[in-house]
């Protein structure tokens, strides 16, 4: 089972304002016609719908990697969110961490891997679990 590295809880004091360009981004051919700016975007006000229950996570290790999820890419997560089947979700399994995607079938759960190297966890009733939270963004370094 892989842990996160650390949990981060969210700043507002400080401003996260980042220009935003005026267009959307196309990901053919630009248009030279879209070079401007139009105000600002808050990262803070696009990524988190509730500030009390939102945190960051740092991903340590490769059991989402074929999802694209990667070490070091941070995660938003939100405690508010009530998990559904299917979503990503951080759990505390008998006292340890883990970003897994959360399965609810027949009344039963499973974590899985997004990695093949890596077998589901099945959550049995004498396990101590808790979905601590649902990720709702993932943010990772392209270069």
Not at 32 to 54: F, H, M, Q, W
Not at 74 to 88: C, E
Not at 118 to 140: A, K, L, N
Request: aromatic share 8%; with cysteine; charged share 25%.
């Amino acid at each position: 089972m892989e842990e996160l590295l650390s949990l981060f809880s969210l700043n507002f004091q400080s401003d996260l304002a980042i220009p935003l360009a005026g267009a959307c981004v196309q990901a053919g051919f630009p248009s030279p016609a879209d070079d401007y700016l139009e105000g600002c975007i808050d990262l803070n006000r696009e990524l988190v719908s509730n500030k009390e229950a939102t945190f960051y996570a740092r991903v340590r290790g490769s059991s989402m990697k074929d999802i694209g999820i990667r070490e070091g890419d941070v995660l938003v997560v939100d405690r508010s969110v009530l998990p559904r089947s299917g979503d990503l979700a951080v759990c505390c399994v008998n006292g340890e961490f883990t970003l897994k995607r959360y399965v609810e079938q027949n009344g039963r759960v499973t974590l899985q891997a997004e990695n093949r190297a890596f077998s589901p966890i099945e959550v049995r009733r004498q396990d101590d679990f808790m979905v601590w939270g649902v990720v709702t963004y993932t943010i990772h370094k392209r270069r």
